[in-house]
C-alpha cells in the first residue's frame, strides 16, 4: 500500500507547470516538486494546480475565474 501512494506521489511530483521568471521574461516548464513559495505560474485552462496559489490576474471578463 504504501509504495502504492510513494509512486502516485512521484507521478504527481513529476508533472510540470509553466513559471514565469522575471530577470529574461520568459516562461519555462518546471516540475511541480521543484516549485517554490513565490514563483509565478501561468495557468492554462483545465490545468490542474499543484499547490495553494494566490491569483494575481486573469483574462476573464470582469476578472472571474473558477476553481473546482
Not at 509512486?7 to 521568471?21: A, T, W
Not at 516540475?31 to 513559495?37: F, I, P
Amino acid at each position: 500500500y504504501i509504495n502504492i501512494i510513494n509512486n502516485l506521489e512521484l507521478i504527481e511530483n513529476n508533472k510540470e507547470i509553466n513559471v514565469f521568471h522575471f530577470g529574461n521574461r520568459e516562461v519555462t516548464k518546471m516540475k511541480w516538486s521543484e516549485l517554490k513559495v513565490g514563483d509565478i505560474i501561468r495557468l492554462d485552462q483545465d490545468q490542474y494546480v499543484p499547490a495553494d496559489l494566490l491569483v494575481l490576474c486573469t483574462s476573464e471578463p470582469k476578472g472571474f475565474f473558477s476553481i473546482c
